[in-house]
Structure formats: structure tokens, C-alpha cells
């Protein structure tokens, strides 16, 4: 088992920053990736950043491309979100999430989740 836990979610002004955290812990593979996802009120859980782990490979949604970050620290088993120029259309509850394997897009392959935190940011 992965435990994922995350932190680092607020309220904020639009064109405003913030950095989510997700803190890894449990088991670990010899290849494995995680991902960034959110899902606003009334909408499908959506995909907005993947890294391997191992090569530090990165995919991004369109919609947060040039805008967003990820990136990994692996001492301390710990994955980022920098979030920068944020829209009011970024509203919503961000997941962290993991795999063994590549990464990936897409929200039924990833085995581990957190908790979620709530990223909202005002007009």
C-alpha cells in the first residue's frame, strides 16, 4: 500500500500562486509516477500533471500548460504543484495520486489517492 498526504490548498486572488505538496509514504516500486487531478463542483475528475518518478518526465493538460509546475523531490519522497496565474476556472478539489508504471493521463490507472484539497480562487 502508498499512503499519499497533501497539503497546501487555500483560497486565493486570481493571477495569484500556490504550491500543493503530496507527501508519499507505504510501499515503493522500482518504476512508478504520480499525477496531479481536480474535479470541480458538478465535473468529471480531470488530469492536469503527470511525472515519473525516475526520469522526472512530465504531461500537461492544456489548460494549466505554461502556467503549472510539477516536479518531485525524491529525498523526501515528496511531489509539487506550483500553480501560478491562477484562473477562477482552476476552482476545485485537487487530488494527488500514484501508479506502478508510467505515467499517465488518465484517472482509472492511477492505484493510489489523497485525501484531496480544496484550491479556490476568486474573481
Known amino acids: 500500500q502508498v499512503q499519499l498526504v497533501e497539503s497546501g490548498g487555500g483560497l486565493v486572488q486570481t493571477g495569484g500562486s500556490l504550491r500543493l505538496s503530496c507527501v508519499a509514504s507505504g510501499r515503493t516500486y522500482s518504476s512508478y509516477a504520480m499525477g496531479w487531478f481536480r474535479q470541480a463542483p458538478g465535473k468529471e475528475r480531470e488530469f492536469v500533471a503527470a511525472?515519473?518518478?525516475?526520469?522526472?518526465?512530465?504531461d500537461y493538460a492544456d489548460s494549466v500548460k505554461g502556467r503549472f509546475t510539477i516536479s518531485r523531490e525524491k529525498v523526501k519522497n515528496t511531489v509539487y504543484l506550483q500553480m501560478n496565474s491562477l484562473k477562477p476556472e482552476d476552482t476545485a478539489v485537487y487530488y494527488c495520486a500514484a501508479r506502478a508504471g508510467g505515467r499517465s493521463t488518465s484517472t482509472g490507472v492511477y492505484d493510489y489517492w489523497g485525501q484531496g484539497n480544496q484550491v479556490t480562487v476568486s474573481s
Open positions: 511525472i515519473s518518478w525516475s526520469s522526472g518526465g512530465t
